[in-house]
C-alpha cells in the first residue's frame, strides 16, 4: 500500500464538492458546527494527564537507573 | 524514544475538533462521539512511538478513531440502531448561512447514504482529506474511494432535489429520522 505521500498533489477534492457546490458548502458547514463547539474539557484533562503522567515518567527514569519499572 | 511529548500533544490537540467532528458523523451522537474521541486519544497516546513525526497525524488519529469505531460496534452489536430525534439540537453552533428546514433536509439526506458513502464524502468533502488519504483512513483502494464519493454525491443531489419543499411535515421528519441515525 502507498504511504501518504502524494497528498500534496490532490488538495482539496474537485468532485463535485469544491466550495461553490451546494453539496460542499452545506457539508463543511455542519461539520463546522462541530468543530466551532470546541473540545470539551474532560478531552482536555485527559490529554494534560496523559502527558503529565508521561513526564513524571521519563523523569524518573532519567533519575534512577534504566530499565527498572 | 522519537517522539517528543509536547510537540505529539500539540499536534493532537490542533487536530481535536476536526476529529470530534467526524466522530459525530459516525456515532450520529455527541456523547458517544466523545467518548469515541477519548478512546482514540487513549489508544493514540499508547501507540505514539509508533507514530512519525512529521508525517500526517491527522489521518493518523482519523484512522485510529475509525478503527475503534467499527470494532466497538462489532463488539456491542447494533446498539447504535436505537433512534434519536435530536440531530438538530445537539448542533450547538447553528450554520447560519443556511437555514434551520435546509440544514435538516441535508442531515436526513447524509443519514440515508450507506455507510461507506457517508464516511467517504464527508472525510473528502469535510475533514478536507485528499482521496489517497481517504482511501488509506478507510483502508480501500484509491479508485474505490472515488467511486464512493461520486456515488455519495449523486445520491445526495437526487435526495435533495426529489425531497423539495414536499417534505417539511413533522411527520416526513419523524420518519426519516428513525431510519437514519448517522449523521450530525
Known sequence: MTQQRVRTQTGPADDGLGPNT?????????????????????????????????????????NSSRGEE | MSAEPTTFKREMLSTLPSLRAFAVSLTGKH???????????????????????????????????????????????????????????????????????????????LGQLPDDQREAVILIGASGFSYEEAAEICDCAVGTMKSRVSRARTRLQDILKISGEADYGPDAVSTQVTTSNHSF
Open chain 2, 31 to 109: 456523547d458517544k462521539a466523545d467518548d469515541l474521541v477519548q478512546d482514540t486519544v487513549m489508544k493514540a497516546w499508547a501507540k505514539q512511538s509508533s507514530f512519525e513525526m512529521g508525517t500526517n497525524i491527522k489521518a493518523w488519529l482519523f484512522t485510529i478513531l475509525r478503527n475503534e469505531f467499527y470494532s466497538q460496534m462489532r463488539k456491542r452489536g447494533r446498539e447504535v440502531q436505537d433512534s434519536d430525534g435530536t440531530f438538530t439540537e445537539r448542533l450547538s453552533v447553528h450554520p447560519s448561512q443556511y437555514g434551520a428546514m435546509d440544514m435538516q433536509d441535508f442531515k436526513k439526506a
Open chain 1, 22 to 62: 451546494d453539496i460542499g458548502a452545506r457539508l463543511r458547514a455542519l461539520y463546522g458546527a462541530v468543530q466551532d463547539e470546541g473540545v470539551p474539557a474532560q478531552l482536555l484533562d485527559l490529554l494534560e494527564k496523559l502527558d503529565s503522567a508521561e513526564e513524571a515518567q521519563s523523569a524518573r527514569q532519567s
